[in-house]
């Protein structure tokens, strides 16, 4: 690999973090590291001088299997054992794992190697407030009205500051960072609505295993209605 990396990242605090355990939610974030062409930092077995970190990226995941194939600076560089990795989801979302390996690269790529999905991963979320994740059911959902149409989205988590959704890309298409969503009716479960104005602050597309071809959609809230819905 001849291209530049960036300045290494360093590794969570798990007293910081939350554990994410669930191998569909993983593979998830893999594949997402991997669309981005994000760099990972690897700290190889034993590694505590910033000298010993070393940059990757993440060039295939194949969720069935579920493995996902790393692509490494040269080889062999990393001693067998415990290595640390770390990258970012998005700007302010760090992830890392773990994996034991004797980290053997394959003779026919000579800077790759094949290694199973880790069996948990930490993750710092730094949002202002903290956030809840629902559960992917028809009874989380945000009902936004455009100009044209009336589109549902699934809630994917909710806080004191703002919601995250997910939106197909024909959807996302109609919205944009900065706009302004009104009376948007949110479904916080099976027995309880509240209508808030809500604003765009972030789009990031991903891929779903499930979904295909996704857009998380972060708002925060400029309003929220003293009325609450039942139902």
Request: proline share 8%.
């Amino acid at each position: 690999m001849t291209d530049s990396f960036p300045a290494a990242l360093e590794r969570i605090e798990r007293k910081s973090a939350h554990e994410m355990c669930d191998a569909f939610d993983i593979g998830e974030a893999l594949a997402a590291l991997a669309a981005a062409g994000a760099t990972l930092t690897v700290y190889p077995p034993g590694a505590a001088a910033s000298t010993a970190q070393l940059p990757a990226r993440i060039v295939a995941v194949d969720a069935a299997a579920p493995r996902f194939t790393l692509e490494l600076p040269g080889a062999p560089l990393i001693a067998a054992g415990r290595a640390t990795f770390v990258a970012l989801l998005a700007e302010d979302v760090p992830l890392q794992f773990d994996l034991d390996s004797d980290w053997r690269v394959s003779s026919a790529e000579p800077y790759r190697i094949s290694l199973p999905f880790p069996e948990t991963c930490l993750v710092l979320d730094r949002r202002a407030t903290p956030r809840a994740d629902t559960a992917l059911v028809d009874y989380f959902a945000a009902t936004v009205t455009l100009p044209d149409r009336q589109i549902e989205l699934p809630l994917c988590d909710f806080a004191t500051g703002g919601i995250g959704m997910h939106a197909p890309p024909d959807a996302a298409r109609r919205l944009h960072v900065g706009q302004k969503l009104k009376n948007v009716r949110l479904q916080l479960g099976p027995a309880l609505a509240i209508v808030a104005d809500l604003e765009v602050r972030m789009l990031r597309p991903f891929r779903s295993y499930l979904l295909g071809e996704q857009v998380q959609v972060g708002c925060r809230y400029d309003r929220i209605g003293m009325e609450m819905r039942r139902g």
